[in-house]
């Protein structure tokens, strides 16, 4: 999402603030909590599919051969260390008690593989003391597979785990008693709950499941499914959210935001029962629990498939490799000085890249003449700028570097090493970045495709908007993600499907990296300008201001950029096209923040450009050493809360802006009175429109309804008459019912001529129109007169 940087090394007190998104944006769901376990309940509310086949999982996502389940079953497994375990656990021991007799098994039936012939790449440890550092730091997994390079003297990190392993122990007591029926559903202490505790219990939260078996065989369907309302035919049972449910999700959390991953894997062990966790930006899988001290073969089935999986059946990102002419064979511990290597285009179809579904823009570039450049890989020459804090959605990865040119195969490794040295030689190393991210397949509107029509539809505004040089969408098969496995999922609710993308532009700089207070001032109006120029000439409605998404560049003075276009609409179908909020979490307009929120209008684009001048005058401290330390300041904490506390805090604010303007940095102070006081009174009174214009709304239908009832009884009584009377001379006919107001006869779009560009210009001192140079007047006026 955010291809810039502050200029911080990753490894000093801002790393946090540089590498990890702390706010939550968002794009398909709202929740009331804000903390990681509540977040997490929001998103895989219905994105969860339960009880699959283990032996469909561990193909679909570990590779497991056919031949490999019938090696598994062909044996009789009698585990080691199964009495030691199951003694331990029907003496009342704790689950930390548990670790080494499980580590035994599993170490058993590794040595019963490798005396078989088979080669694993695996290593199994506890963590013990040992403290992971993570995104949202929410402890550590009890266990975690890592691959065969990992040795005990090896660094432990996220970056390098195959698979977490998280343990419970339920009280022999409460265990004993347990009935099947009920085996597989724990409250958060590891006893049995039931259905009737999502009604009391807040710790438990229902979520609609499907249960999906090995019997149903259906081929993957390419048709995806819209979101939607669900009928009530297809409303799922209610199960609850374990809290072993809740840590596991966020280890998969951290296993996909400390590295390039396209999912995460995990095991979830209650006393002897197992259940395989899989996560992916869609949702995630859950396989049928089985007992190993009854079904020790599949215990045995998922050692093979955690000992034998390489890095990208693992979740890995396969096109991130140590260097050119290495694949990935084993985990990096940081992709700094990695590469992430091109799918390889296929000339033989129509800007293909791999499969039929797959696209590639951008790879011609402008020179003497127009030639077409292919390239080999982009260099990743540091840490990440961007990682997405959220388990499902777009899960945005933003690195920086540069891409290298392909060379003909005669010279290709020295015309690579050839570009690599140049860059480094000229000083241009990372000046471009690379965006790996997940949006929905449903989306028509690439975010390359939008960037470019809008260049070719508004070249004035072409160096306020991201230089893009080239853009791949994967779909289908080459995206490597075990669909099968969710298709029942997807069909029955309507879930998402999404594809990959990798976006390649230019790097653009942050707003608190501008050095003055005229150079911010000159890139802000440069932003409203090019996002009004967008909207009116360019018909797109780019639907996700935030701080993250105004950037800058120097090009003679500070131009200002508007970046980030994936959640991008154009203007005559968003009422249509979207059916759900989008946006940043403080910079949301105050109407999206509602229960039901309406249509993205441009003054909602408006109003999230005034928050992020709010919270940039009291967060930036532009021109020090430090512009900006990520901490957000107690007077804004609200705006970063749940949906509920953000729009109260919101609210609060327009009617009375002092509390927060007390708190402008002193580099600002000149800005309160030109700029600030201004724009607070213009939204001031637009919240008095609105709630003047609501109050209207309502009393207009209180009247419709009023009319509506004697209308009816009119008509009761007209229909009592004896057939083919006259109507009384007297009474008024009676009439059917009439409609509602229509919402367009009521200024909601502007809030009453209050919230337009023009407005919000002359609030920043000057009422001018977007400047158009005088060659694109006549184009321009032209864009205006072609019809919606």
């Excluded at 000093?12 to 709202?30: K, V, W």
């Excluded at 597979?145 to 390098?160: K, R, T, V, Y």
């Excluded at 260099?379 to 959220?390: A, E, F, N, R, W």
């Excluded at 210009?761 to 694109?776: F, H, N, Q, T």
Aim: overall charge negative; hydrophobic content about 35%.
């Amino acid at each position: 999402m955010d291809p810039s940087t502050n200029g911080y090394s990753s490894t000093d007190s801002l790393h946090h603030y540089n590498y990890y998104n702390f706010y939550s944006s968002t794009e398909s769901f709202s929740e009331d909590d804000c903390s990681t376990d509540d977040a997490l309940r929001a998103e895989l509310f219905g994105r969860i599919s339960r009880d699959v086949d283990m032996e469909d999982y561990v193909q679909y996502v570990y590779g497991v051969s056919k031949a490999d389940i019938e090696y598994i079953r062909s044996k009789e497994w009698k585990v080691e260390g199964l009495p030691t375990y199951t003694k331990l656990l029907n003496e009342g021991a704790q689950k930390e008690d548990l670790y080494e007799p499980f580590q035994s098994i599993i170490a058993d039936l590794f040595d019963t593989f490798t005396n078989d012939g088979r080669k694993l790449d695996v290593h199994h440890t506890s963590l013990d003391e040992t403290t992971l550092k993570g995104v949202w730091n929410v402890g550590n997994p009890d266990q975690l597979f890592f691959f065969g390079s990992h040795d005990e003297e090896a660094p432990i990190a996220w970056s390098l785990a195959k698979a977490f392993v998280e343990f419970a122990v339920t009280p022999r007591t409460q265990r004993t008693a347990a009935s099947d029926s009920t085996i597989g559903i724990f409250n958060e202490e590891g006893t049995t709950a039931t259905a009737a505790l999502a009604v009391s219990s807040p710790g438990l939260v229902p979520t609609p499941t499907l249960t999906t078996r090995s019997s149903t065989k259906r081929k993957h369907s390419s048709t995806d499914t819209l979101d939607g309302p669900m009928p009530a035919s297809k409303r799922p049972k209610l199960v609850v959210f374990t809290r072993k449910e809740m840590q596991a999700a966020g280890y998969a959390l951290e296993l996909l935001a400390s590295a390039c991953r396209r999912w995460a894997t995990g095991v979830v062990i209650i006393d002897t029962q197992v259940a395989l966790h899989y996560y992916d930006r869609m949702g995630a899988i859950y396989t049928q629990p089985f007992k190993f001290d009854e079904e020790p073969w599949k215990l045995a089935l998922f050692a093979l498939a955690i000992g034998q999986c390489d890095p990208a059946q693992a979740g890995f990102e396969p096109l991130v490799a140590p260097n050119t002419d290495t694949l990935l064979s084993q985990p990096l511990f940081s992709v700094k000085n990695a590469i992430l290597r091109l799918p390889k285009y296929n000339s033989s179809k129509d800007s293909a890249y791999e499969g039929d579904d797959d696209k590639v823009i951008g790879n011609k570039v402008k020179g003497e003449a127009a030639v077409e450049k292919v390239w080999s890989h982009f260099k990743i020459t540091g840490d990440p700028l961007y990682v997405s804090g959220s388990l499902t959605g777009r899960g945005s990865h933003v690195l920086p570097g540069d891409l290298v040119e392909e060379s003909p195969a005669q010279d290709h490794s020295e015309g690579v090493a050839s570009k690599e040295k140049q860059g480094a030689e000229s000083g241009q190393e990372g000046t471009m970045v690379a965006k790996l991210s997940w949006p929905m397949e449903k989306r028509p509107y690439f975010e390359a495709d939008t960037v470019k029509d809008l260049v070719d539809k508004i070249p004035w505004m072409t160096r306020h908007l991201p230089r893009i040089h080239c853009a791949i969408s994967l779909k289908s098969e080459s995206m490597g993600l075990p669909r099968r496995l969710f298709h029942d999922m997807t069909i029955a609710y309507g879930l998402e499907q999404r594809y990959f993308t990798l976006l390649f532009s230019d790097r653009y700089k942050h707003l608190w990296e501008v050095k003055t207070l005229i150079g911010f001032q000159m890139a802000y109006i440069d932003i409203v300008e090019c996002h009004r120029t967008v909207t009116k000439y360019g018909k797109v409605l780019h639907r996700d201001i935030s701080e993250n998404n105004l950037l800058w560049t120097n090009d003679k003075r500070v131009v200002g950029v508007l970046n980030d276009w994936d959640l991008a609409t154009p203007v005559d179908a968003v009422g249509n096209s979207t059916n759900h909020r989008t946006g940043t979490g403080p910079f949301m307009a105050y109407d999206l923040l509602g229960p039901e929120p309406p249509v993205h209008l441009y003054r909602h684009d408006l109003e999230s450009l005034f928050y992020v001048l709010i919270w940039a005058v009291v967060h930036y401290n532009i021109g020090s050493d430090i512009p900006y330390s990520g901490a957000v300041n107690p007077v804004l904490k609200t705006w970063t809360g749940d949906y509920g506390e953000a729009r109260n805090a919101k609210h609060a604010f327009l009617g009375d802006p002092e509390p927060v303007l007390r708190n402008i940095q002193p580099v600002f102070k000149s800005l309160r009175a030109l700029w600030i006081q201004p724009l607070c009174n213009l939204f001031r009174q637009a919240q008095v429109n609105r709630d003047n214009l609501a109050n209207l709304a309502h009393q207009a239908q209180e009247e419709v309804i009023g009319t509506d009832l004697f209308a009816m009884r009119l008509w009761d009584e007209d229909q009592d008459d004896d057939e083919g009377s006259a109507p009384s001379p007297t009474v008024p006919q009676a009439v059917a019912p009439s409609p509602a107001p229509r919402s367009d006869d009521i200024d909601f779009e502007t809030l009453g001529d209050c919230l337009t560009f023009e407005k919000f210009m002359a609030a920043l001192g000057g009422s001018r129109p977007v400047g158009i140079p005088k060659k694109y007047r006549a184009y321009a006026e032209s864009l205006l007169a072609v019809p919606k």
